[in-house]
């Protein structure tokens, strides 16, 4: 099992900046991934950046350039930083990782105004 706590959600205007912090403990080698996931009200959970088992990082479009996906291996803790926000990036953002299956934390909810 895997268990992850997310935090550093909250408000900011248009073009302010906010850093969530997802810590991982539990079962936490062999992980085959670990990011970040946000699901906007009626619409479908999309992926927003992540690491693969091999380092590599994978963003969305929409925040290449003004989000960035970064890891504390010491304190099995993935940051999200997230610069430049719009009103779209409004949603609940969500921790996730996979091994075999998908773990999820329980969401902080980020909020943009414009």
């Known amino acids: 099992q895997v268990q992850l706590v997310e935090s550093g959600g909250g408000s900011v205007q248009a073009g302010g900046s906010l850093r969530l912090s997802c810590a991982a403990s539990g079962i936490i080698f062999r992980i085959n991934a670990m990011g970040w996931f946000r699901q906007a009200p009626g619409k479908q959970r999309e992926l927003v950046a992540r690491?693969?088992?091999?380092?590599?990082?994978t963003y969305a479009d929409s925040v290449k350039g003004r989000f960035t996906i970064s890891r504390d291996n010491a304190k099995n803790t993935v940051y999200l930083q997230m610069n430049s926000l719009k009103p779209e990036d409004t949603a609940v953002y969500y921790c996730?990782?996979?091994?075999?299956?998908?773990?999820w934390g329980q969401g902080t909810q980020v909020t943009v105004s414009s």
């Open positions: 996730n990782v996979i091994r075999g299956v998908a773990y």
């Open positions: 690491f693969s088992s091999d380092g590599s990082t």
